[in-house]
């Protein structure tokens, strides 16, 4: 699936973010921004109840286990200090509290899953990701092995073992050997599928995470979605169309072998399973390949990707209810080429829990790529203009109380700590400023209080929606300083606005929902 999900299909959803550039690393020296351009604050209130789950990782699966690398919320929702706007830094209205520890806290809160470079920089190459045994470099991308497709691997073999025993009991105890060579090749096989995906993305320029191998088939995680409903379309047919072939491949070299040899049997077996690997990933439901390949007609029919995904998503998840309850009816009638009367007893139990086990994948892998597609169309919502508080500069050594009351004067709510040439040091904590009860304001310097500034902490005002979500997961903190392009403090981000504002745009109804 293409991290769309199962045997070779597209999935969306993040896992890790493609790199970005931000805005300057050290920002020149500058005033303040005087009067920032209006920002929403409403965006900044209580959170709505809503489910944001992040991520952009559009992928592509051999088998609709693509859910299993989704984003998760944590990977966008920042957790730093989440006060409400009454208490934001600076704010001379500040509540007393306990009393403070007069050094930064090196062990600050962790807002986003992480953060970015800014512009003018390199981009720092994310971390790369695990999820098992790496197994090579394809294409520049790396292929994994998960730990439970050793599991799948050993259950393969012992089926296919037990029918070699009927098909060639001449073999003996060599006939596990011959099925752990099946279980191999019939997952290169399921690579080979997801390398379509792959090269599929490459040659659309769409960056590709990495290739997984696990146990229901594989799962190709791309970063990014297409941007027409006809790239999408071919993105998602070209993994079952490869299978297809594979199997004419087997078909061919089964015809110049006798049907009663190893060989024999280990080309039909691989020349049924990539059928059948190609068929079930052609049923149109998310977040198989059909189902990408439906939801790419609906945008192109409709204009509107949300109106595919949605449409894509239900019938996946009428495919999962099929699945369900047709599966065992069908093994139980013996419309799969067993008699009725076998299918009894412990049969019957492995039928219907493996029924429900693909059933799950598929529902779950729907509603990750509707929740997936509802984060694509809020997120350009998200502007670190319009969530940027204003903020005055200070100096190191000034009284916490003197520096609340400029903020005030100012109609500022955030405090940026410069030195004498007026290029930013620090940004003064909100969660520090809490602490400090009113009566020792006049007595702690805001220097005590604030954090130093990283390349990472330094945000351009230009970033919006998932471009900035990327930038501040690549350097956790609670607050961020926001600068124009050319150098000039624009004012402080919170990461607690922005995971409020992320929470209310999840919460708003789809436009094509």
């Known amino acids: 699936m293409d991290e769309s999900g199962g045997s070779g299909q597209p999935r969306s959803g993040t896992d890790e973010p493609a790199e970005h550039h931000a805005g300057p690393a050290t920002p020149a020296p500058g005033p303040t921004h005087p009067d920032p351009a209006p920002r929403d604050d409403s965006t900044t209130g209580d959170p709505t109840p809503g489910d944001p789950t992040p991520g952009d990782s559009s992928a592509t699966g051999d088998s609709p286990t693509d859910s299993g690398d989704s984003p998760t919320d944590s990977d966008v929702r920042p957790t730093g200090s989440g006060k409400d706007d009454t208490v934001a830094a600076g704010s001379p209205d500040i509540p007393p509290g306990p009393a403070p520890t007069p050094t930064p806290d090196p062990t600050h809160e962790r807002s986003l899953a992480h953060s970015g470079v800014t512009k003018g920089r390199p981009p720092r190459r994310p971390k790369e990701p695990g999820g098992g045994l790496l197994m090579g470099r394809p294409f520049g991308v790396p292929v994994y092995v998960a730990p439970s497709w050793f599991l799948v691997a050993a259950l393969i073999t012992w089926v296919f073992g037990g029918q070699l025993d009927r098909v060639l009991p001449e073999l003996g105890a060599l006939r596990y050997l011959v099925s752990l060579f099946f279980a191999v090749a019939f997952y ?54 490869l299978s297809l072939v594979l199997s004419g491949l087997f078909y061919l070299a089964m015809l110049g072998v006798e049907p009663g040899t190893v060989p024999g049997v280990l080309l039909a077996g691989l020349m049924v399973s990539n059928l059948i690997v190609a068929g079930f990933n052609l049923l149109p439901g998310l977040p198989l390949d059909g189902g990408r390949m439906l939801r790419a007609v609906v945008w192109k029919l409709t204009g509107r990707p949300m109106t595919g995904t949605v449409a894509a998503a239900w019938v996946g998840r009428l495919l999962a209810v099929a699945v369900l309850i047709g599966l065992p ?10 008699n009725a009367e076998d299918n009894v007893g412990m049969d019957t139990v492995m039928d219907a829990l493996l029924a429900a086990i693909l059933a799950a994948i598929i529902w779950t892998g729907a509603g990750n790529s509707l929740r997936m597609a509802r984060l694509r169309e809020h997120l350009p919502d998200l502007r670190a203009r319009n969530l940027t508080r204003r903020a005055v500069p200070v100096q190191t050594d000034t009284p916490l109380s003197e520096a609340l009351r400029r903020a005030n004067d100012a109609g500022a709510r955030a ?71 050319s150098g000039e403090i624009y004012g402080v981000l919170s990461a607690a606005d922005v995971e409020r504002a992320f929470v209310k745009a999840m919460a708003r109804p789809s436009a094509s929902s």
């Open 188 to 241: 290169a096989s399921v690579l080979v599928h997801e390398l379509a995906h792959t090269v599929a993305a490459l040659r659309f320029k769409l960056p590709v995470r990495r290739i997984q191998l696990q146990f229901f088939g594989g799962v190709s995680e791309i970063e990014k979605e297409a941007e027409t409903p006809g790239r999408e379309f071919v993105l998602a047919f070209v993994g079952p169309l």
């Open 329 to 338: 009816l069908l093994t139980q009638s013996g419309a799969l080429g067993s």
């Open 415 to 485: 405090l940026v700590v410069v030195d004498a040439d007026g290029e930013p040091l620090s940004l003064v904590r909100e969660a520090a400023i809490v602490g400090v009860p009113e009566h020792r304001r006049p007595w702690v310097a805001v220097g005590g209080l604030a954090q130093d500034l990283t390349d990472g902490m330094c945000v351009s005002a230009e970033l919006a929606g998932e471009d900035l979500l990327d930038v501040l997961r690549a350097t956790p903190a609670t607050e961020y300083l926001v600068i124009e392009d």
